[in-house]
């Protein structure tokens, strides 16, 4: 065989080799976001059952999805220091326990213990930074789209389990719906431990689209600090910056838009204008449709369109489109709601892939995991918060007409902040220096190694 010939078949092989691992990621965050988008269809059943409150409920969600996000930097963190095949795996092993365990839950803390920590911590180690840590480490090449692809997956698993864990909790009663998503985590864990490899390195391979010998293709050392100090350490330097605090807020609006208020509350707030819950589930699952579609055109158009701009018209859209959803609520599926969830599922997580681009170029490839841990974190702050607000204002009003104008209005102010990125083209060399990188772990003194390890 001839060397051109040598090196087409190796880069075929490292092409299909990161494309298996992207597959399996693909299945963990999928089973991630099955447990986390059944809280919507689950909340009405347990509150039939045991008396709750829709505070209670929509409190133990937002628990959730506080710790899921906080988690986030440090999850970068131990990912990169420990690997993605044993985080994860240990991850949906907890996952699959907790599922389990609230088939047995008798009072309001075991709820909030299990939906709210355990299950919170867990899954938010198995965040979006997964698929940006995998996406850097595997992928040169189509590194946008792969992106894309896993900002999908929480589409994917509404898509694909929040119909049947629908009509499960209706036909056979929540806690077989329960008892589906702790048998996913665990099979997924077994496809993780048996199939990742933490590097293309570990198996012999490069990252595909690089080429050999080029800094792409040599693995960056684990860091030698331990996970809080790498985090806290990256955001010390981050957050002297503009840019980071303007990914934050639009990253905070994102996460009250989507998770809090849509993903929480559309299937009660459709229940309350007389559609079937089953009905309003098949709907949020089109909107995981239509986001996979979204998200990996977004993943594609930010190789090519800057993402600042990409992210002005994601949230200007998606604000206008809020304040119209209240009048389309009906017992029947009306025409305008169907305009909506169309749209919606379009735009619903495709701000992710330039949100990742925008901190790689800003951040540099090293931080950008842990840069974007920290934006997911104010995402799903703004997640609890969103969840909350909407269940309190449901249980003030009876409505949640506030609830959607006022996402509307944040999604607008957060478009405005997305301008306001400063650009920074990578091929551009007039561009500012990067701001500083953390310290090396053999500048940290003494006393702050000891302060977080």
Avoid at 327 to 353: H, K, Q
């Amino acid at each position: 065989m001839t060397q051109a010939g040598r090196e087409v078949e190796s880069r075929s092989v490292y092409a299909r080799r990161a494309w298996f691992v992207a597959g399996i990621t693909l299945a963990a965050l999928v089973a991630a976001a099955a447990f986390r988008s059944s809280t919507g269809v689950l909340m009405e059943p347990i509150e039939r059952e045991f008396g709750w409150s829709r505070a209670t409920t929509s409190g133990a969600v937002s628990l959730n999805l506080v710790l899921y996000g906080l988690i986030a930097p440090f999850a970068a963190a131990l990912l990169e220091r420990y690997g993605p095949r044993r985080v994860v795996s240990i991850s949906l092993a907890i996952v699959g326990v907790a599922s389990a365990a609230t088939t047995v839950m008798t009072a309001p803390w075991q709820l909030w213990l299990l939906w709210g920590v355990v299950i919170g911590l867990s899954t938010g180690s198995m965040a979006l930074v997964l698929g940006a840590i995998i996406a850097n480490r595997w992928f040169v090449a189509r590194r946008g789209l792969v992106t894309g692809l896993f900002s999908g997956a929480s589409a994917t698993g509404q898509l694909i389990f929040l119909p049947a864990i629908a009509a499960t909790a209706t036909s056979y009663g929540w806690r077989w719906a329960a008892a589906i998503v702790a048998a996913l985590a665990l099979v997924t864990m077994a496809l993780v431990a048996l199939f990742i490899r933490d590097r293309p390195q570990d198996a012999g391979l490069i990252p595909y689209g690089a080429v050999p010998g080029s800094p792409d293709a040599a693995p960056a050392p684990p860091p030698s600090v331990s996970p809080v100090v790498a985090a806290i350490a990256v955001l010390r330097s981050a957050s002297r910056t503009w840019t980071f605090w303007a990914l934050m807020l639009t990253f905070f609006v994102c996460g009250w838009s989507t998770n809090g208020l849509v993903q929480t509350h559309f299937i009660p707030a459709a229940h309350d204008h007389g559609m079937p819950a089953t009905t309003a589930a098949g709907l949020l699952a089109l909107v995981g449709i239509f986001d996979l579609v979204g998200t990996i055109a977004s993943g594609w158009l930010t190789d090519r369109v800057d993402p600042r701009l990409l992210l002005v018209g994601y949230y200007g859209l998606r604000g206008a489109s809020l304040f119209t959803v209240n009048a389309f609520l009906a017992p029947s599926v009306e025409p305008g709601m169907w305009v909506f969830i169309v749209f919606y599922g379009l735009d619903w997580v495709a701000t992710v892939p330039p949100t990742v681009a925008l901190c790689r170029s800003h951040f540099g490839l090293n931080d950008s995991g842990i840069v974007f841990g920290w934006t997911y974190a104010a995402h799903m702050v703004g997640a609890g918060l969103g969840a909350s607000f909407a269940g309190w204002i449901r249980t003030v009003d009876g409505t949640y007409r506030t609830a959607w104008a006022s996402a509307g209005v944040l999604c607008l102010i957060a478009a405005f902040i997305a301008l306001t990125i400063p650009r920074r083209p990578a091929a551009d060399p007039d561009a500012p220096p990067a701001p500083p990188s953390p310290p090396h772990p053999h500048e940290l003194d003494d006393a702050e190694e000891m302060a977080f390890t």
